[in-house]
């Protein structure tokens, strides 16, 4: 359970994440949805009940290594006016071109950021505008999987997305499924239709759907 104030956000939920598996979580606006996604990421903590990784109860964990394990993709692509490669190491040094390549595959862009005449190094231009929006959104998984985490987690991540680029997120997740444990946060079908489960929250509990 958990409260912000006086107002009830979830009450007697119970849900199950399972390894390896994609799940997503559908729901009216106000549901929870992104109140669950803030307490498995370790930002809330329930006022009632637990969260359990692998069997042991999340405060227990060093909550900077769980968060560590986690790559997370918003709502709100952000790119920075840098190249393909910056913007998915942000920088890192300890990131190299290898592990910027594999994460790019991985995010199903290798192929339009190969095609370009600088490759990964070539500019995405202001707030990427000279990218597609899929094309963004897929830099920016590239970015949540270059430190190659157990979960991926996506918050409404085609929500801004034309349909074809919706379809090709839909494409590099499904091909990352299996691969981690992603857990989605969507109103569209075409996440739902590819989910392992499908858990609908409404007055303050989960329904598994699917």
């Known amino acids: 359970g958990f409260h912000y104030g006086e107002r009830k956000v979830l009450e007697g939920l119970d849900l199950e994440i399972p390894a390896g598996q994609l799940v997503t979580l559908v729901g009216p606006s106000g549901s929870g949805k992104t109140t669950v996604v803030d307490l498995v990421i370790g930002l809330l903590c329930p006022d009632t009940g637990r969260i359990m990784v692998g069997g ?46 594999a994460a790019l595959r991985a995010a199903g862009a290798w192929g339009f950021v190969e095609a370009l005449p600088e490759g990964m190094h070539a500019s995405v231009g202001e707030r990427g505008g000279k990218l597609s ?66 858990y609908r929250l409404e007055g303050g509990k989960a329904r598994l759907q699917a």
């Open 56 to 101: 042991l109860a999340l405060e227990s964990l060093d909550i900077r290594q769980w968060r560590r394990a986690i790559g997370y993709v918003p709502q709100d692509t952000l790119l920075l006016h840098e190249s393909i490669a910056h913007n998915v190491s942000l920088g890192d040094p300890k990131l190299g071109e290898p592990a910027i390549e």
């Open 133 to 198: 929006g899929g094309q963004r959104q897929r830099v920016v998984i590239a970015r949540a999987l270059v430190r190659k985490p157990q979960l991926l987690i996506l918050d409404e991540a085609t929500s801004a997305l034309d349909a074809d680029s919706a379809d090709a997120v839909r494409q590099t997740l499904q091909q990352l499924r299996g691969s981690l444990t992603i857990l989605t946060i969507t109103h569209q079908e075409l996440l739902v239709d590819i989910a392992d489960r499908v």
